[in-house]
């Protein structure tokens, strides 16, 4: 289950390596994950998310600032779509894809 796209992207760049496991202490790997969301019966993932990932125990962490606009974007959508529902309305959109163009 490689995630990882395009393997020429730099990820090293802007991410530390070796970065220890919080919970196992394992050196973590930088890999791309899917981030799931449920919430008031929609869900939303995000896709190719870049994560330390601990080969040992799974654990996985984003970095502050990713995490952060994530969170948000992921809100904006759910609070929309909740909005519709409890004013009765269509719900305008129930799927967003954003996918980099292979080059
Ligand atoms: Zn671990």
Redesign the pocket.
């Known amino acids: 289950m490689d995630q990882i796209t395009n393997p020429k992207e730099t990820t090293q760049k802007t991410m530390k390596a070796n970065k220890p496991?919080?919970?196992?202490?394992?050196l973590?790997e930088v890999k791309r994950t899917t981030l799931h969301f449920e919430r008031g019966g929609f869900y939303a993932d995000v896709e190719n998310v870049l994560a330390y990932i601990?080969?040992?125990?799974?654990?996985r962490s984003i970095s502050g600032p990713t995490a952060q606009r994530i969170s948000q974007l992921v809100d904006d959508l759910f609070r929309s779509a909740s909005e519709s529902v409890i004013a009765e309305k269509p719900v305008p959109f129930t799927g967003v894809s954003m996918h980099r163009v292979a080059d």
């Open positions: 496991c919080y919970n196992c202490s394992s973590m601990c080969p040992h125990c799974g654990t």
